[in-house]
């Protein structure tokens, strides 16, 4: 979903209706092929360590 304001977004929802324990803010691949395509590795590995937290 991304982070910043599509994070901010859905965590009012979430408090507000409780639809999920809870929301975890990933980078957009977007932005981590555009901006951060060096360090590809480490952004995939951090998206997989927070997804089986």
């Known amino acids: 979903m991304g982070q910043g304001k599509n ?4 965590k009012m929802l979430n408090d507000e209706f409780h639809l ?3 929301i975890v803010p990933l980078p957009h691949p977007r932005w981590v092929m ?3 395509r060096k ?3 480490f952004w995939i590995n951090e998206t997989i360590q ?3 937290k």
């Open 7 to 10: 994070f901010d977004y859905l």
């Open 20 to 22: 999920f324990k809870k």
């Open 34 to 36: 555009q901006y951060k």
């Open 39 to 41: 360090e590809l590795d």
């Open 50 to 52: 927070l997804l089986i």
